[in-house]
């Protein structure tokens, strides 16, 4: 039995140790949001976080989550920062076929909890492992730019009044 938590719930799993956690989620689980891409770790279609790091689960095995905590698409919309980034992809219509964009919203949410204002080439080495085919990497650099931006944004707020006062 294997013991982790997947999405902040706890988990007890009966499933071979050498199972790639990607089959994990997707046939034992039925959380499908995580992609088949490579099946080899070089397009980062399946990534999701291994205690906040992105991994590429096609080819971690399930007993290295042993004690760990899995967070996949499913669970960004919980997530302060996945959902800024969320929000982000759709005001950039970042996703055209749409199949990477689950790995490469997980490795751009890892990449602001890291680094919340990065810049161009931080973007582009933390992307560099996340191939899309349909190239929207301008798209993806913009909306990484704008979620970065929404929590400044929300950080200067948080000490302004919720109503101005108007003075004839």
């Given at each position: 039995?294997?013991?982790?938590?997947?999405?902040?719930?706890?988990?007890?799993?009966?499933?071979?140790?050498?199972?790639?956690?990607?089959?994990?989620?997707?046939?034992?689980?039925?959380?499908?949001?995580?992609?088949?891409?490579?099946?080899?770790?070089?397009?980062?279609?399946c990534t999701v976080h291994l205690d906040g790091n992105p991994i590429r689960?096609?080819?971690?095995?399930?007993?290295?989550?042993?004690?760990?905590?899995?967070?996949?698409?499913?669970?960004?919309?919980?997530?302060?920062?996945?959902?800024?980034?969320?929000?982000?992809?759709?005001?950039?219509?970042?996703?055209q076929c749409g199949y990477c964009q689950g790995g490469q919203v997980m490795?751009?949410?890892?990449?602001?909890?890291?680094?919340?204002?990065?810049?161009?080439?931080?973007?582009?080495?933390?992307?560099?492992?996340?191939?899309?085919?349909?190239?929207?990497?301008?798209?993806?650099?913009?909306?990484?730019?704008?979620?970065?931006?929404?929590?400044?944004?929300?950080?200067?707020?948080?000490?302004?009044?919720?109503?101005?006062?108007v003075k004839v």
């Open positions: 039995m294997i013991k982790l938590t997947i999405n902040g719930e706890p988990r007890s799993l009966d499933v071979p140790a050498d199972t790639p956690i990607l089959w994990v989620l997707r046939d034992t689980l039925k959380l499908t949001g995580t992609r088949f891409g490579c099946g080899m770790a070089l397009c980062g279609a689960s096609c080819t971690t095995p399930i007993s290295m989550a042993e004690g760990k905590q899995i967070s996949t698409i499913e669970a960004m919309q919980d997530d302060p920062v996945g959902r800024r980034v969320q929000q982000a992809w759709m005001d950039e219509a970042v996703a490795s751009a949410v890892a990449l602001l909890k890291d680094n919340p204002n990065p810049d161009d080439a931080q973007i582009d080495r933390q992307m560099s492992g996340n191939i899309c085919r349909c190239g929207t990497y301008p798209r993806i650099r913009k909306a990484i730019h704008r979620a970065a931006a929404a929590a400044e944004k929300k950080a200067a707020s948080i000490g302004e009044p919720l109503f101005t006062e």
